[in-house]
C-alpha cells in the first residue's frame, strides 16, 4: 500500500496514538477492565497496523482515512462513511471524509 501520509502527520499520528494508549491506561486504573476492554482492543489494533504499514486506511473499504478523523481519534478503524453504514444499515451516509 502507499502512504497516505507524509512522514511528519505519520509521526504525529503515532504521537497522538500513544498519548492515548497513556491516557487509557491511567484511566483503566480507576474502572473495571471489563468496561475499557474494547477501547483496549481499538488502541492494540490500530498500533498494529500502524507497526504493519496499513495505519490510515479503512478496514472496509481500504481508502485511506483522512489525517483529521485519524489526529481526533487515532484508533478508528474505518472511514466516516465505513462508520456511517455500520451503525445505520439502512440510511444512506453523508458523503464524509471518504478520499477520492
Known sequence: MEPCFTPAELEQLREALYAEL???AHAMTRVPAVATAGRTRRLVDAVR???DGVYGYCLRC???IPFARLAAMPDVPTCIDCSWAQEFPHHQPPR???AP
Open 96 to 98: 464524509g471524509d471518504v
Open 62 to 64: 481500504r481508502r485511506a
Open 22 to 24: 497513556r491516557r487509557h
Open 49 to 51: 497496523r500502524m507497526e
